[in-house]
């Protein structure tokens, strides 16, 4: 089964991901891609490979609704071993859902997650669950639920691999968008995304290949979303200029304008502090720390900011709340009130978005690139959007606009 010929089975766009999991490289494979881009093949493939290659390993195939596993994942694994060329190695087994390694008795269960509790009590009779393959990732709750599954399966055994298949939903700021873009930051993690333009042609067909073409001339944005696997956007994106992507040590150490800012908060707001590098020459804000706390008290937020602010720079805090202000003062931080005024929200959310980059490290400042991936405009009844910005999920940009106050004042306009 080792000496099977990959390049009869894989996509040549999955040969380097092959490698990686085949050489163990990380634990969890998010596979990103649109439509007949191979993703699906690819994880069934690497499914049954995984639990033939280790005697002590078996599988659990997930999707979140257990009624449309017969239909779709059992082909889709059934079709694997037959590429492979074991298809009479492996039993389908219809109640309960499974595939069965007869030279073994090593399985593939195959669950829904509508009831958690079958999950729980889910055991292999042989080995550990070394391989877990959530199908339709999008259609999860999101990471919480995920984290939780993993918790219940991922025990017993040392090495696990883990894959997430997904459509790009078409906003960015859809969770598994932005759980993906921070995946990539995170050791052990690989992301993987791929598009038909990847496939041989003649496993896709000549009618598939027409239609792509067809949805490409006429109508060129669903094409970009349901072929190629780009989240779009739903229109109502607000910060369209936005990159999330890890910011190494080597760039930081160039960083010469760097810009502070608090939003205050203590119960149900938190307190937020931004610290990022403002390029001025390519007009472009790079966001690397972020101290994102509820109930946070004064000694705790002045540690926090003598730690990455070593050097006693100002600091852009709203002047709303002078009395707050005042304690960091006296504590050292040199803080300079950033006053609110009329206008001040609209003109520096729009002074960001005509930036030419907002770049955010999603590991650093997780919450910043969560509010400004998915900070959108309200939409109406008319399928269109309401005017102004909304005033929900905004205490980070809040803080980046306080931090770039001198940067974007004009006469008439204070912050």
Request: overall charge neutral.
């Amino acid at each position: 089964m080792e000496n099977k010929e990959l390049s009869a089975v894989l996509a040549p766009s999955f040969y380097g991901l092959h490698r990686q999991i085949r050489n163990e490289k990380a634990t969890h494979y998010w596979m990103a891609g649109g439509r007949g881009s191979g993703k699906s093949s690819a994880a069934s493939v690497e499914v049954l490979l995984s639990v033939m290659r280790h005697p002590d390993a078996n599988g659990a195939v997930l999707r979140k609704v257990g009624a449309t596993l017969r239909d779709s994942v059992l082909g889709q694994l059934l079709w694997a071993a037959g590429v492979l060329g074991v298809r009479d190695l492996w039993e389908a087994r219809l109640s309960p859902l499974e595939l069965v390694f007869t030279p073994t008795g090593q399985k593939v269960f195959l669950r829904g997650v509508d009831d958690p509790r079958k999950l729980k009590s889910l055991r292999a009779e042989k080995g550990y669950i070394r391989c877990i393959w959530y199908e339709e990732a999008d259609e999860f709750s999101g990471p919480a639920e995920l984290r939780s599954i993993n918790q219940t399966l991922m025990r017993g055994g040392k090495k696990f691999t883990v894959f997430y298949t997904f459509n790009p939903p078409k906003s960015p700021a859809h969770w598994i968008n932005r759980e993906a873009a921070q995946a990539a930051c995170r050791p052990g993690t690989v992301v993987h995304r791929s598009d038909y333009r990847g496939m041989p042609k003649e496993w896709l067909g000549e009618a598939f290949l027409a239609e792509a073409e067809r949805l490409k001339a006429e109508k060129p944005e669903a094409y970009a979303h349901e072929y190629l696997g780009e989240a779009v956007g739903t229109g109502g994106e607000v910060f369209t200029n936005l990159t999330l992507r890890k910011i190494p040590e080597e760039e930081k150490a160039g960083f010469c304008r760097v810009k502070r800012g608090i939003d205050w908060g203590y119960g149900a707001d938190p307190f937020v502090y931004l610290a990022a590098e403002y390029d001025r020459k390519r007009g472009r804000l790079l966001l690397y720390h972020e101290f994102y706390k509820h109930r946070a008290g004064y000694e705790e937020i002045a540690r926090e900011i003598q730690e990455e602010n070593p050097l006693r720079e100002p600091v852009s805090a709203e002047s709303a709340e002078p009395r707050s202000n005042d304690e960091l003062k006296s504590r050292g931080i040199r803080v300079v009130p950033a006053k609110k005024g009329p206008g001040s929200v609209e003109h520096g959310i729009t002074w960001l978005q005509n930036l030419s980059e907002i770049v955010i490290d999603p590991e650093k400042c997780p919450n910043a690139a969560r509010e400004f991936s998915g900070y959108s405009l309200e939409p109406d009844r008319e399928g269109g959007f309401l005017s102004g910005f909304p005033d929900r999920d905004n205490h980070c940009i809040d803080a980046l606009r306080y931090a770039c106050e001198r940067e974007m004042r004009k006469p008439g306009i204070s912050f």
